[in-house]
């Protein structure tokens, strides 16, 4: 058993190197895919942590009027505190809010000029609220909204971050169906481009399948070189897109960081650097095999 294994290794390879620039034009169509394939995990990593970042990062500020008592707005921190979706409420009082004003402003000497000529602290308290859960926040927006705080607060500030972080999200998921439907059509291509290379292998050998046929060669020692055949196109492509594939990650790791600061792209794939192995691999072989498989349930019959 394992010689005739052997056998069809090796009459598996002998067939893919017969057939140069076919075994060429397949292996490159379906590195291609394989490219594409693994350019939109990469997106699917950069997408998720991009969101997750601004999640991190959103809360519901809530403005109040400059005349709203203090013991009024520390009603309303109360209030929030006791509601199950919040996570935590900061209160920056009119006198911080002032002071924190100035020193983002330290270098702007006609904003210090002009806060010099007011009489009194234009800014107003406010609340910064964090929720549990980000799909949350909408449910504590509408809360603060209600009739019974209208009379102190001035604005409450959620909306614009949310459409922000939607707007990342549907652009994510555009880009992702637009990468399927191309790394599917690609496949598609990679596994018509297969499909005819075994099947023109099969009849310039169909002499030879004859002969074996007639000494009552296994249908498996017929069938499993055009199966190799294919294994061996899907294995190439794998390693070639590999090839390809880390050193472009490499290059642009620096400037994804840039974007989104604890994205680092790079170690993401060297961290599961055997899985990205392992699964490209698998679709490379399953694709070139089922290209194999289909070509051989049509023109052999054995």
């Known amino acids: 058993m394992i010689q005739t294994f052997k056998n069809v290794i090796g009459r598996g390879w002998t067939n893919f190197k017969r057939n140069r620039y076919l075994s060429l034009a397949a292996t490159g169509v379906m590195s291609l895919s394989l490219i594409l394939f693994?350019?939109?995990?990469?997106?699917?990593?950069?997408s998720t942590e991009?969101?997750?970042s601004l999640e991190n990062k959103v809360d519901v500020s809530v403005y109040f009027k400059t005349d709203a008592p203090e013991d009024q707005i520390l009603g309303v921190k109360s209030d929030l505190l006791a509601q199950a979706d919040v996570l935590s409420v900061n209160y920056v009082s009119r006198d911080q809010a002032l002071a924190d004003f100035k020193a983002r402003h330290s270098q702007d000497a006609m904003i210090e000029e002009s806060l010099s000529l007011l009489d009194d602290n234009p800014l107003g308290a406010s609340l910064d609220v964090k929720a549990?859960?980000?799909?949350?926040?909408?449910?504590?927006?509408?809360?603060?909204?209600?009739?019974?705080?209208?009379?102190?607060i001035?604005?409450?500030?959620?909306?614009?971050?949310?459409?922000v972080i939607d707007s990342i999200a549907n652009i994510s998921n555009s880009i992702r169906n637009w990468g399927l439907t191309a790394t599917f059509l690609l496949a598609l291509i990679a596994v018509l481009v297969t499909f005819n290379t075994v099947r023109l292998t099969i009849f310039n050998q169909k002499q030879e399948i004859e002969i074996m046929r007639l000494?009552?060669?296994?249908?498996w020692h017929i069938r499993g070189p055009y199966l190799m055949e294919g294994g061996f196109y899907g294995l190439f492509?794998?390693?070639?897109?590999?090839?390809?594939?880390?050193?472009?990650?490499?290059?642009?790791?620096?400037?994804?960081?840039?974007?989104v600061e604890q994205v680092n792209l790079i170690q993401y794939f060297t961290d599961g650097a055997l899985e990205v192995v392992l699964l490209t691999v698998f679709l490379g072989v399953a694709l070139g095999v089922i290209s194999s498989f289909i070509a051989i349930r049509k023109h052999l019959k054995v």
């Open 154 to 163: 001035e604005q409450v500030n959620f909306e614009e971050n949310k459409g």
């Open 215 to 219: 000494v009552g060669a296994s249908n």
């Open 50 to 52: 991009s969101i997750a």
């Open 132 to 152: 549990k859960e980000f799909s949350q926040y909408a449910s504590i927006a509408d809360f603060l909204n209600n009739d019974k705080y209208k009379s102190i």
């Open 237 to 259: 492509a794998a390693i070639i897109s590999l090839v390809i594939f880390y050193p472009i990650v490499y290059l642009v790791s620096g400037k994804v960081s840039n974007f």
């Open 38 to 46: 693994l350019g939109l995990l990469s997106l699917q990593y950069v």
